[in-house]
């Protein structure tokens, strides 16, 4: 294992003189607004590192893995990050726009205002993860059990989820715009916020009694 130790901050011509040895791990280091565009970076393993701002535009990250990493503001447009492993870390704000993320997985990251627009996404895993705000339209969550994810205020227009089951989730204020819902289990969804054209998006998901009474409050109708 070729493992980089924490001594000082990395130049792109660091990062790129890595490239082509096995099992490169970063651990704790400052990457913060470093251009690293267009890299071959398949299979690196980034560990409490920072890359703030920095820009992955182009990017080949297959089957890289980033665990408790600080990287608002990071730029992933049109990057390969097929099979890749997001874990514990803070990527509000970044810039997923045309990305491959096939099979990627996000779990107990913070992903509050990303711009996931016109990404392939087959296979993408979100788990325990925070997408309030995050733009999310078009994508496919068919079938998928969706554990402790927070989509308050997101972009969810056009998003399929059909047959999907939430699990301690929110869609709390979401954006709902020709999104589907046929055969969900909304049963553990915070719907809160929703309004009567939303309510309509519903039509055929499995809602709680508590969760028709709120609706009908949102409403404004007294249930007695």
Same mark, same amino acid.
């Given at each position: 294992m070729n493992?980089q130790t924490?001594?000082?901050?990395?130049?792109?011509?660091d990062?790129? !003189?890595?490239?082509?040895?096995?099992?490169?791990?970063?651990?704790?280091?400052d990457?913060?607004?470093?251009?690293?565009?267009?890299?071959?970076?398949?299979?690196f393993r980034f560990?409490?590192?920072t890359?703030?701002?920095?820009?992955?535009?182009?990017?080949q990250?297959?089957y890289?893995?980033?665990?408790?990493c600080k !990287?608002g !503001?990071a730029n992933?447009?049109?990057?390969?990050?097929a099979?890749?492993?997001?874990? *514990?870390?803070?990527?509000?704000? !970044?810039?997923?726009?045309?990305? *491959?993320?096939a099979?990627?997985?996000?779990?107990?990251?913070?992903?509050?205002?990303?711009?996931?627009s016109?990404?392939?996404?087959?296979?993408l895993?979100?788990?325990e993860?925070?997408?309030g705000?995050?733009h999310?339209?078009?994508m496919?969550?068919?079938?998928q059990?969706?554990?402790?994810?927070?989509?308050?205020?997101?972009?969810l227009?056009?998003?399929d989820? @059909?047959?999907?089951v939430?699990e301690d989730?929110?869609?709390r204020d979401t954006?709902?715009l020709n999104?589907?819902?046929e055969g969900?289990?909304? @049963?553990?969804?915070?719907?809160?916020?929703?309004r009567?054209n939303?309510?309509?998006k519903?039509?055929?998901?499995f809602i *709680?009694?508590?969760?028709?009474?709120?609706?009908?409050?949102?409403m404004?109708?007294?249930?007695?």
């Amino acid at each position: 294992m070729n493992e980089q130790t924490p001594d000082q901050t990395m130049t792109r011509e660091d990062i790129a !003189g890595l490239r082509g040895q096995a099992d490169v791990v970063l651990v704790e280091r400052d990457l913060d607004a470093l251009d690293l565009s267009n890299l071959d970076l398949g299979g690196f393993r980034f560990e409490r590192c920072t890359f703030r701002n920095t820009d992955f535009t182009g990017c080949q990250l297959e089957y890289a893995s980033f665990s408790h990493c600080k !990287g608002g !503001g990071a730029n992933f447009t049109a990057a390969k990050l097929a099979s890749a492993v997001f874990r *514990s870390s803070d990527l509000h704000n !970044g810039r997923f726009i045309g990305t *491959s993320l096939a099979e990627c997985q996000f779990v107990g990251c913070k992903l509050m205002g990303a711009d996931f627009s016109r990404s392939r996404n087959v296979g993408l895993v979100f788990l325990e993860t925070n997408l309030g705000s995050a733009h999310l339209a078009g994508m496919s969550f068919r079938k998928q059990t969706l554990e402790r994810i927070d989509f308050s205020l997101a972009d969810l227009s056009a998003c399929d989820f @059909r047959d999907a089951v939430f699990e301690d989730c929110s869609l709390r204020d979401t954006h709902l715009l020709n999104a589907r819902f046929e055969g969900a289990d909304l @049963r553990g969804a915070d719907l809160g916020g929703v309004r009567l054209n939303d309510a309509r998006k519903f039509k055929g998901a499995f809602i *709680s009694r508590a969760q028709a009474s709120a609706l009908l409050a949102e409403m404004g109708l007294n249930v007695r």
